[in-house]
Structure formats: C-alpha cells, structure tokens
C-alpha cells in the first residue's frame, strides 16, 4: 500500500512540473505541442531507457533544486528542460563542473568495412559545434577507452529503427559519470548514410552524451528525429542553463496536509 502512494505521489510530481512547465509556454506565447511519432523511425535517436545509480553517493541538496525549478519555469518557452524529467526521475543530469572543462573523448573503430576516417572526422566537427556554445566545455582526445568519459563506436546497423544511440551512467544526485555512443554506417533500410544525415546524428547523440533530453519542438537539433544538423536558439539556451544548474533532484514538493491515496 505505501509502495502504491509513493508512485502516486512522484507521478504527481511529476505531472505538476509538466502541466507548470506548459502554462509558461502558453503565457509567453511559446509552442507547446507534443512532439508526434517521427516521421522516419530508423532516425529516431534515443537515450538508454534506465540510469545506473552508483551507489553511495550523498542525496541532492533540497535548496539547489527549488532555485533550479524556478530558473527552468523562468525560462519558459526558450528551452526544453522539462522533457528531462520524463527521462531521468526528475534528476537534472549533466558532467560535473570539474569534468567537463575537459572531458575524455575515444574512438572505438572496429572492423566495419563501411568505416572511413571521414567518419570520425564528422564526429570530431560535431563535437567542436558543441564547443563552441560552451560554457567551458572542451574535449580531449584520448587512445585508451577505459580511461575515456565518452567512448564513440560505429555499428554498420541496429536491429531496431534507430541510427544512434547514447547510453549515460549517472549517479544518484544527477552527475554523469560515463557516456556511450553508437552510431550507425547503415540505415535500418539498408542504405548508406549521406554525410548530412551523418553529422546531424553525432550532433544529436552528443547532445544526449551531454545530458539533454529530447525537444518536442520540429526543428530542433534535439527533436527525436535527428533530421537537422544545426543547433538552433533552442538547443543553445537549452545547453547552457543545464550547466549553469547544479545536478539535483528538482521534484516538486507535496503539501505535507496532502491526503495519501
């Protein structure tokens, strides 16, 4: 019975951040449709589906996550911060401060006799996109994967209808301790990947590595399916104040007189 109030009580949570969430939207006059299905699935570029907790890792700061709740609501329209919370438990996930002013980048390259350099050369252009929006992110290159925050490998296809893929590790107050990209050389059609197609799937993919969700607004980088390889307003405004919040829990808090159904 307690276990059954609790999923009511974090859904509900949950359900207020969105419904405050989309009356900003409305009040400033911002889109707020929900993103449809993708039109090409085999495009689609999701997230791992569930976080790997590490364990012993000291509870989110209370405070941190109400300033960090009020900054998002202010924000309004201008970002997508919101979408988060569908994927992540209400974590605001991102590299820690001391990270990711050089985070560890490796190239797995196995044997795909699809693979050319050109293709690393697209991924390291995407990488440097993200550079330059900052704040304070660099990137190192790195030979040995075991050391590596973010390990890149090319597939020559996924089973499912997808062409990347981001699988993050964070810990329990929202830090990322570890990202893994995948990226296709074939479609799930079984057509090679045009160089376009190519470095908007590595922009998308990266952006996930980084720890945003996806945008339900068509035409954003982040959008599902990753079919624009250009960061727009959206992308940008999104990215920075992720990492100008600290990672914490941002559930919205329940009335103590609230009933328990």
């Not at 941190?64 to 209400?90: K, N, P």
């Not at 996930?93 to 050109?118: F, I, K, N």
């Not at 990947?193 to 998308?204: G, V, W």
């Amino acid at each position: 019975m307690m276990r059954s109030r609790h999923f009511f009580l974090a859904g509900a949570a949950i359900a207020a951040l969105l419904v405050a969430d989309l009356l900003v939207r409305w009040r400033q006059g911002a889109p707020v449709t929900l993103a449809p299905r993708p039109a090409s699935a085999a495009m689609a570029a999701r997230t791992s589906p569930l976080p790997v907790a590490e364990a012993g890792e000291p509870g989110a700061d209370p405070a941190a996550g109400v300033e960090a709740r009020d900054a998002i609501v202010a924000a309004g329209g201008r970002v997508y911060l919101g979408a988060m919370f569908r994927e992540s438990d209400s974590l605001i996930r991102r590299w820690d401060a001391g990270r990711s002013d050089q985070l560890r980048v490796a190239y797995l390259t196995e044997e795909q006799p699809e693979w050319t350099a050109d293709h690393r050369t697209i991924v390291r252009e995407a990488f440097a996109e993200w550079e330059r929006i900052g704040p304070d992110l660099r990137f190192l290159e790195v030979l040995d994967t075991t050391g590596a925050d973010i390990v890149v490998r090319w597939i020559r296809q996924f089973d499912i209808d997808r062409a990347g893929q981001a699988d993050l590790t964070w810990d329990r107050t929202g830090r990322i301790m570890h990202a893994d990209i995948k990226l296709a050389l074939i479609s799930p059609g079984g057509r090679y990947l045009p160089p376009e197609q190519l470095r908007a799937i590595a922009l998308h993919e990266i952006g996930h590595a980084l720890g945003l969700p996806h945008s339900e607004v068509l035409g954003d980088l982040m959008f599902p399916t990753a079919d624009h390889p250009v960061l727009t307003s959206r992308d940008s405004a999104t990215f920075r104040l992720l990492y100008r919040l600290p990672p914490t829990s941002i559930k919205w808090p329940v009335p103590a007189s609230a009933p328990l159904r």
